[in-house]
Each structure stands twice: as C-alpha cells, then as structure tokens.
T-cell receptor, first 112, second 113 residues
C-alpha cells in the first residue's frame, strides 16, 4: 500500500520568513495530493491540493509543487505570520482506492 | 451549514465497556472514514465506507467496527475498548473517493482506563 513520509517533524521560523515542508510517497499510481492544516485543538482543514497532471499550484502565500518522477511534493509558505503556526499534514491518494494516506505531520511554529 | 458532527467530544470509559462514537454529515457525501490521531503518527485510517452498506478496513482496524446503514451516518463502535485505543478520533466525509476534499468532524477525545 501507499506510504507517505513527511519532513521535518518540527519547523521553527521567524515571522516573515518562508517555510517548506516535504513529503515523499511510494505508490506511483497516487494522483491526488492534499495538504491539511490543524490548529491547536481544532479539526484538520484543507488548505491546498494538487493533482498529478499539474506541477505547481499557488494560493496567495501558499504553494505546492509536485515532482512525479521523484515521487515527492512540497508545501511552501511565504511571508509567514503567527497565524500560520499549526500542524500541517500532507496526504496522497489514488482514484482507484480512494484512501487518503497521511504523513506524520509537521509542527510549524512562527515566532514574532 | 455544511458540517460533519461527531459525538461525544470527550469520553472517559473503562476497559471492556462497549461504546459508540457517532458521526453524521449533511452534505450527501458518498465517502466517509474514521481516523485516529496519535502524537508522531499522524492520522491513521481505521475504516472507510464508499457508500451505504459498503465498508472496508483501513490501516488500523483491529478492535473497531463500523456500519453504514444510512448515507449520512457512520458510527464507530468499540466492542471491548482497551487502553491502547486511547486517542483522538476524527470522522471525515468526502463527496466521492476520487480526490475530493475531506471534511472533518470536531474530533472525539477518548480515554480508556
């Protein structure tokens, strides 16, 4: 089955700097790669997703890149703000089995 | 308001006492699933359902049961809870299995003593 690895497990950045979280996946059939943000005590919520026919997607200060050959995808947060502090999860799935396989999560701390 | 509702939010129980965590969605979603969240392990899928009466095991199904008798409801049943099932549980629903956003419930913090 699919295996998703996520790095780093914790990331501390200064406000205004950029943050990058990387994930690798094992199943070459995976074609959907969402990112979820979970604030303390809250539920995970989708912040951005990308499909395998696209190499990059942006939404304001966040962007996701996908390298299908290397089987890795990354989340980029620019101009970080204190409200970006949260746990971020990457995930992968395929249309055929639909199961979302999550990474272990990255705790991002943005210090003022 | 579109939402996934779990109950209860918090539960402390004793080993072996059967319990049910309910999950209901009002978005007419086909796909529902249960996850448990443990520190350092992320979200691990317990069971999922692709439609009414169609359920299948996820990565960590041992000790759990589910049913999907109606499209909107997907309860999680622990027949004989054990301390290693102490965890934070999330129910989620998606429009379909084909790469769509998963909407999560508020979570249920379960402690088994």
């Amino acid at each position: 089955g699919e295996n998703v690895e996520q790095h780093p497990s914790t990331l501390s950045v200064q406000e205004g700097d950029s943050a990058v979280i990387k994930c690798t996946y094992s199943d070459s059939a995976s074609n959907y790669f969402p990112w979820y943000k979970q604030e303390l005590g809250k539920r995970p919520q989708l912040i951005i997703d990308i499909r395998s026919n696209v190499g990059e997607k942006k939404d304001q200060r966040i962007a996701v890149t996908l390298n299908k050959t290397a089987k890795h995808f990354s989340l980029h947060i620019t101009e970080t703000q204190p409200e970006d502090s949260a746990v971020y999860f990457c995930a992968a799935s395929t249309d055929s089995w639909g199961k979302l396989q999550f990474g272990a999560g990255t705790q991002v701390v943005v210090t003022p | 308001e579109a939402q996934v509702t779990q109950n209860p939010r918090y539960l402390i129980t004793v080993t072996g006492k059967k319990l049910t965590v309910t999950c209901s969605q009002n978005m007419n979603h086909e796909y529902m699933s249960w996850y448990r969240q443990d520190p350092g392990l992320g979200l691990r899928q317990i069971y999922y359902s692709m439609n009414v009466e169609v359920t299948d095991k996820g990565d960590v199904p041992e000790g759990y049961k589910v049913s999907r008798k109606e499209k909107r409801n997907f309860p999680l049943i622990l027949e004989s809870p054990s301390p290693n099932q102490t965890s934070l549980y999330f129910c989620a629903s998606s429009l379909s299995i084909r790469g769509t956003e998963a909407f999560f419930g508020q979570g249920t913090r379960l402690t088994v003593v």
